[in-house]
């Protein structure tokens, strides 16, 4: 079946503009979560919905930094006046967690490459 | 809180020889354990995982790794390189029953085959 889908796969950008990368989940799926890749920094959390529950956005980098999950599906993270240290590939997962489960295997995207010139 | 450690942010094997890259958790409550696998310019595939059933896991393309508790360590293993392993691979920690903590990667370690 499809796997997790991401989009764009690339975008450039200038300092200051805003951007949205989109993320499609495994259908089925109930759990989305959203990393960031960078040299510096590594893979970092960034954020997680589960169902149309409200998200906990305290691992997002800053307050530039937003995310919505329409419908319990398809997701996207905004990124409001771009600075040049946003610059990463950003990933997106699913997995699939039931009432109680416990976690699960995440399934991840190929990841939107943002340049911020 | 939770962390991963990556010893060898490169690690170099010749083609045929054993693959040892090691990986050391610390978790405040027993967690889930992850091996994946990147390579260029692609997302992460899941080589293996422990979820707390047997201690010694095998995964996709003959990897495998042993959860040593009083170690605190994941370690993954394959006992014949092939030229294809050359990837990233990055372990991974989540506590038990939260998914809303993500995944806690380490830094990652290059494995170069060498032929």
Known sequence: GAGVS?????????????????????????????????????????????????PDKSGLPSDRFSAERTGGSVSTLTI?????????????????LGSGATADTQYFGPGTRLTVL | AQSVTQLGSHVSVSEGALVLLRCNYSSSVPPYLFWYVQYPNQGLQLLLKYTSAATLV????????????SETSFHLTKPSAHMSD??????AVTPKGGGADGLTFGKGTHLIIQP
């Open chain 1, 80 to 96: 409001q006046r771009t600075q040049q240290e946003d610059s990463a590939v950003y990933l997106c997962a699913s997995s699939y």
């Open chain 2, 86 to 91: 050359a990837a990233e691979y990055f372990c």
């Open chain 1, 6 to 54: 991401q989009s764009p796969s690339n975008k450039v950008t200038e300092k200051g503009k805003d951007v949205e990368l989109r993320c499609d989940p495994i259908s089925g799926h109930t759990a989305l979560y959203w990393y960031r890749q960078s040299l510096g920094q590594g893979l970092e959390f960034l954020i997680y919905f589960q169902g149309n529950s409200a």
């Open chain 2, 58 to 69: 095998k995964g996709i393309n003959g990897f495998e790794a042993e959860f040593k508790k």
